[in-house]
């Protein structure tokens, strides 16, 4: 019998759960669960969890087209790795020639309205394929990745999708987050030993200087409040919500 239904009982739960446990309640009580990987540090953790405590879990990543070849890389070894798939969700080609057409193909530096409607074409319709159907949808946000993250729960209603959205890594910090990969031999983008904390698309993500926010890297030449790809709104929505799906999707 499944031990937590609600959103807030999901919640409190899996506060008391080991990571790995809490990845092998997830398995265990939804029919179809989701895990949308980047193939950060915290999704390279969570994919070892899953091959370890939750194979039931589906593994799927955003193929935006824009991303670094050592994602790419990265991405083969860990299924390697692993012996799991990792499903690519691809923008459709038509979104991706409007958008080139309106725009130009690197638009999103020239306002928040064009890079907003590159990530809709290439992250948000795609991650709406990849969840269809899906019980719950299973993130690698935590708390301290920024300002916009830092009341994150473990398990929120997301009623623009229908579904349970949950984010195992919520209570993990940045310098706990290194000692797990470090313990576990996880593999890794090398990337980040180059200064990129935080990756996402080649074109808006840049290397951190010491002491910046791990996530100001990517789209460093907007505002932070601005600083989401249309995968995660800032605050949790509600059963009634009917915003936009262009609010939330990260990588
Ligand atoms: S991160 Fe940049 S390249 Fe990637 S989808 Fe968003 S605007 Fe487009």
Known sequence: ???ASSPQLLNDTLAELSLGERIGLVSRQFDRAV????????????TSL?????????VVTLQTGRLFPETLELLETTEQRYGLTITRFEPDTDDVETYVDRYGLNGFYE???ARKACCHARKVVPLAKALEGAEAWITGLRRDQSDNRKAIP???????RGLMKLNPLADVTSNDLKALIAESDVPTNPLHARGYPSIGCEPCTRAIKPGEPER??????????SQECGLHPDAPPTSNTTQPILESVDA
């Open 111 to 113: 306002s928040i309205e």
């Open 35 to 46: 895990f949308t990987t980047s193939l950060g540090l915290e999704d390279q953790l969570i």
């Open 1 to 3: 019998m499944p031990p």
């Open 216 to 225: 100001a890297g990517r789209w460093w030449w907007e505002q932070e409040s």
């Open 50 to 58: 899953v091959a370890e405590h939750g194979r039931a879990i589906q």
């Open 154 to 160: 473990f398990a929120e209603w997301d009623g623009a």
